[in-house]
């Protein structure tokens, strides 16, 4: 792979890790929703993950959409249904089930030492599934810059910050999670949603040990 599909690679990396880290940081709202019927009118790939929600939303108000799907949200993450399922690595990882233990640590180590700052208005444990999606976003938009700005040192530490934190967080808990999301989840979007997340960490972690 020469150096211009593998910046395109990380580019089109980042872009995928940001559109699932919104998709879980907070309920959709109308305009996500509109984003997606636009988008939805793009080819798509081939066994794509989420075609049963786009197929709902090419025939479905844009509303009505917003309403399920923030609905099933609120019930899956938010405690509003029976059998809620906590987005955090801590809840997953550690023997108790409980926030705020040692992944929680390590991952705030991580982001640190790479002078990723999470926003104050995200009051929320650190080991949120969005923020560690979104911090491989960033990872992967500083390997495509290295690699422009031909540093590949830089660019090959990057990608091994991404090696790690896939082996060493994402890849330990995102398919139990994912795992739960589709028992649970009411609507296409995040039956959809949950196998595309597990596919993408799974592929990633392949991709990046080969590279």
Known sequence: MDTNDLTALMNDRSLAYRFLARAYRTAPD??????????????RPADDPLEAFFNELAVASAEQIRID????????FLGMG????APYESVFSSAEGLLMQEARDEVVAVYRSEGFAVEDA????EDHLSLELE????MAERTALSL?????????RCLSVQRAFLEDHLGCWVPAFCDAVSEQARTTFFRGLARMT???VEADRTLIASL
């Open 30 to 43: 109308l305009a996500f929703i509109e984003a997606l019927r636009q988008g939805g009118a793009d080819e």
């Open 69 to 76: 799907v923030a609905a099933d949200y609120n019930r899956l």
């Open 82 to 85: 029976p059998h809620p399922i």
């Open 122 to 125: 995200f009051n929320l444990p």
């Open 135 to 138: 911090f491989m976003a960033l």
């Open 148 to 156: 422009e700005a031909e540093s590949p040192d830089e660019a090959e």
């Open 198 to 200: 597990n596919e993408q």
